[in-house]
């Protein structure tokens, strides 16, 4: 992997472009591949321009356009701008960028674009699934350059996730892993969630604090360029932290180290945008460990997005009698992830970072489908039925066009989709409504994302 760290400071991004990119965050779905293609090719303000008008690409640039999206790896149905203009544009009523960014601003947050000097060089890796921008909060009473001074370099940042089931060997194993290496300076990036996310950022908070008050005599103060302890990127709006159930934590979170986003304001939460927030976590640090995982694990989807990166991935093992390490041995025999059982031994294996190439063809997600007895009721969909079916209300009814912009599909593709769903035994339906059938909720088996 070649490390982009040496990348020249800019002036800071003007105004309008921030509100650019903050609505463009609100109109794309994470890891459109098309859209950041677009973005890579003709620039943030002219996609944004397509989008909120009724203007077109001439030929050639139709032309460059879909060989650049063919070589991002895009079939020819994927390539397609008008596809890609008809479901950004289900969502352009709800375009209100520097509404945004002041509501951020109301907690002690903003919004980073790929054009300031502080954007992580490291998620440049991601190419056309990098985030077109990032929300932050981060300590009440600092100014933006001191919140954004917390963002950690590629090279002292180390992620650690796993399954939000979680043992106490796993709570154990993780909070040891996490205070060494905080107590070597490194940031512990992590996705905010219950379990083994939750464990992590607690020890990381614990150490940084210990640290402090062994630094200043036993009294825990304020301590000038200290190391950012920990930083959560979560799914959804940095306005309604989730889960609900970790927002005390994440408010230490922010308080110490930052919370992060590619989402707007107000977002909510969905399936999708918790697989696709993984790929940021293995991006932002230069290794990621898994210290417990069960089978269906979402830190399985990180840990494969750090392989296919270039990115080192160390597992902790455990019992072979329990449930809650199958996906860490999973990913020790079918991925190229090492063995760590220690602080030591993650540092080494990160050590090597320089000499890692990115793997000549992406590592794939397992299979998870053919896995018998571990049914998921999205396994077999196609992308816009998993962003549909994400949009399903468990409780209650929707309308297909409220499901469009929740979803971001255009209504015509939504009312063929819904069609299917229902015949698969995924939806259901009353009088025009819609929502999520009670055999696809109650189906045993059904991971949480994490």
Not at 392 to 420: F, I, M, N, Q, W
């Amino acid at each position: 992997m070649t490390q982009k760290d040496s990348i020249p400071r800019a002036a800071q991004a003007v105004p309008e472009l921030r509100r650019i990119r903050a609505e463009l965050s609100r109109l794309i779905e994470p890891g459109d591949l098309l859209a950041g293609v677009a973005v890579e090719l003709l620039g943030a303000e002219v996609l944004h321009d397509l989008i909120t008008s009724d203007r077109v690409l001439s030929r050639r640039q139709g032309a460059e356009l879909a060989a650049s999206a063919a070589s991002a790896g895009l079939g020819p149905r994927q390539q397609s701008l008008a596809a890609g203009l008809q479901r950004w544009r289900t969502r352009r009523d709800q375009l209100h960028g520097q509404r945004d960014i002041d509501a951020m601003a109301r907690f002690s947050g903003g919004i980073l674009i790929p054009e300031d000097p502080d954007w992580p060089a490291q998620l440049r890796d991601l190419g056309p699934a990098s985030p077109v921008a990032l929300w932050f909060r981060a300590g009440e009473g600092l100014s933006d350059r001191e919140r954004l001074d917390r963002l950690p370099t590629f090279t002292r940042a180390a992620a650690i996730v796993g399954s939000r089931e979680i043992t106490d060997y796993g709570i154990r194993i993780t909070a040891e892993l996490t205070e060494e290496l905080v107590q070597a300076g490194l940031c512990l990036i992590s996705g905010g969630a219950y379990g083994v996310d939750a464990a992590a950022h607690r020890a990381a908070l614990r150490s940084a604090a210990e640290r402090r008050a062994e630094s200043s005599g036993g009294h825990a103060l304020s301590q000038p360029h200290r190391p950012t302890p920990t930083i959560a990127v979560l799914a959804g709006g940095l306005d309604r932290l989730y889960p609900a159930g970790n927002e005390g934590l994440l408010q230490e979170v922010s308080a110490a180290g930052m919370l992060l986003s590619e989402m707007a304001p107000g977002s909510a939460p969905t399936r999708h945008r918790f697989l696709q927030r993984n790929r940021l976590i293995a991006a932002l640090g230069m290794i990621t460990v898994v210290t417990e995982a069960r089978w269906r694990s979402g830190a399985q989807s990180t840990a494969h997005h750090a392989l296919t990166l270039g990115r080192p991935v160390g597992v902790v093992p455990g019992s072979v009698f329990s449930a809650s390490s199958s996906g860490c041995h999973r990913l020790l025999k079918e991925t190229p992830a090492q063995v760590v059982t220690d602080a030591a031994d993650v540092l080494a294996l990160a050590g090597g970072l320089a000499s890692v190439e990115p793997a000549a063809h992406p590592v794939l997600p397992m299979d998870v489908a053919k896995a018998p007895g571990r049914g998921h009721p999205q396994d077999g969909l196609t992308e816009a039925q998993r962003l549909l079916y994400d949009a399903l209300p468990v409780h209650g009814l929707s309308s297909p066009a409220k499901l469009s912009g929740v979803a971001g599909l255009p209504l015509p593709k939504v009312l063929a989709e819904l069609s299917r769903l229902q015949r698969s035994g995924r939806a259901r339906t009353v009088n025009g409504q819609w929502g999520r059938a009670p055999a696809a909720r109650s189906r045993p088996g059904l991971p949480t994302p994490s």
